[in-house]
């Protein structure tokens, strides 16, 4: 048996969302070996119950350790808000990293600023994201935007038709010109990020949580006596619970594609 440190990361969404976090880890995090799991025959988290959104992630945790995983990451703010704390306390012995809306860096920038916050309906609603705003919100005006359908819609890919601009339009059209930032509050939406500048303006600032999450990961695993000291690349491997064809080339798509 290899040393624990050898193990790999296991990362995971509701779909391809989480692909935008793992892109931070492996730049944070190069020699490290991933396994992203995308649970696309269950998206979106975000219209889901809490008591399902649970379910899926406790399901999918236990697997990545039946399997070996050293380390969790949920790319989800989803599954972070409802089901980080139950899982921590189900497995106190591994690490396990969570996302949440980048507010905290955007409050930071912009003390003052109008800030966009756009999410899932289940992260918005949940204590964890009202406590963030109390927390970090300070001076800034919040405002928190729902973006039902949204993740769904990024799910299928073709992110250049029109019909997900004018979706987006509907969304946050209505504060064209008058915000300083948002805070893209779902792992999907890093992947829209041009077409939400499109409708918002150009002078717009975005804030996601990849690159503190990845920073966390790293923390996490080093305080642990985890971080891998092998000097090759590390491998990322792609797993979809949608077993169609074309699943696991449009995550490769996402991975490696501009944003
Ligand atoms: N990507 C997920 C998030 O960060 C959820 C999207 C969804 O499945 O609704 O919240």
């Known amino acids: 048996m290899g040393e624990k440190r050898d193990g790999f990361v296991g990362v995971f969404d509701s779909g391809v969302g989480g692909i935008s976090v793992l892109r931070s880890l492996v730049a944070e995090l190069p020699h490290e070996d991933f396994r992203f799991f995308g649970d696309s025959a269950n998206a979106p988290y975000g219209e889901k119950t809490e008591a399902q959104v649970l379910d899926l992630s ?31 306390a189900a497995h106190p012995d591994v690490p396990i990293v969570g996302i949440e809306p980048a507010l905290k860096p955007a409050a930071r920038a912009l003390p003052h600023g109008r800030i966009l916050v756009m999410a899932t309906e289940v992260t918005l609603r949940l204590d964890k994201y009202h406590e963030l705003a109390r927390a970090w919100g300070g001076e800034c005006e919040v405002i928190s935007v729902p973006c039902p359908g949204l993740a769904a819609r990024i799910e299928r890919g073709e992110l250049d038709a029109p019909d997900l601009t004018e ?74 619970s949608l077993d169609t064809p074309g699943e696991l080339g449009l995550y490769r798509r996402f991975f490696a594609l501009r944003i």
Do not use: W
């Not at 406790?58 to 808000?81: H, Q």
């Not at 008058?178 to 890093?190: E, F, I, K, N, Q």
């Open 58 to 88: 406790r399901s999918i945790v236990e697997r990545f350790l039946a399997d070996g995983a050293k380390a969790i990451v949920i790319a989800c703010n989803t599954a972070t808000s409802v089901s980080a704390a139950t899982l921590r």
């Open 167 to 240: 979706m987006i339009r509907g969304f946050v059209g209505e504060y064209a010109g008058s915000v300083d930032a948002v805070v893209l509050g779902c792992t999907h939406y890093p992947f829209v990020r041009s077409q939400i500048a499109k409708v918002l303006g150009s002078n717009v600032r975005f804030f996601d949580g990849g690159a503190g999450t990845a920073r966390q990961l790293r923390a996490r695993l080093d305080a642990e006596g985890l971080l891998a000291l092998r000097e090759r690349t590390g491998h990322v491997e792609f797993a979809s």
